[in-house]
């Protein structure tokens, strides 16, 4: 038996995107702009500008948090500056890509006491969705998927 949670295939996420990224762009952003984002990054060996619809947590005015399972998030261990489209407007954002379990686990530890156990238990990553999570499970969860903060730096342009 698997106790890791199942996710759906990369391919339903492709065929996804094709829809859900003009409608972040859209003035109908609202229908999901409230849980997801896009961001606008550029590759590390080829300089390819890529745009991917993510989702996202704000932990303040200026610093989100995205969960991912697919490795695009390489592209942003060197820190190098992005854009994110935040509930219909372009921003520039610094990343920070958390490597060790410790600091994963601290930002979980953060969504937590922000917006409760019930929805960290959404995540994919095994926190129970009844109670706050021990350090152990926080780190267990921590170790299953990368977390990226974003720290908003100003709108994108200005």
Known sequence: MRDEPRRPPIGLFRMANHV??????????????GRLMLLAY????????HTIPI?????GDDVVIAFSSARWWVNLLDG????????????DAVPTVATSTE???????AFVRRYGPRRAGRLPL??????????????????RMPI???????????
């Not at 989702?55 to 932990?59: K, M, P, V, W």
């Not at 994110?84 to 921003?91: I, K």
């Not at 095994?126 to 170790?143: F, H, I, K, V």
């Open 20 to 33: 859900v990224r003009p409608l972040l762009r859209s003035p109908l952003h609202g229908l999901l702009s």
């Open 126 to 143: 095994g926190l129970p969705g009844d109670r706050e999570p021990t350090t152990e499970e926080l780190q267990r969860g921590a170790a």
């Open 42 to 49: 550029r590759g590390r060996r080829t300089g390819q500008e």
């Open 148 to 158: 990226i903060r974003l720290t908003l730096t100003r709108p994108a342009g200005r």
């Open 80 to 91: 190098r500056p992005v854009r994110v489209r935040l509930r219909g407007r372009w921003h």
């Open 55 to 59: 989702g996202y947590f704000a932990l």
């Open 103 to 109: 600091d994963r686990a601290a930002l979980l530890a």
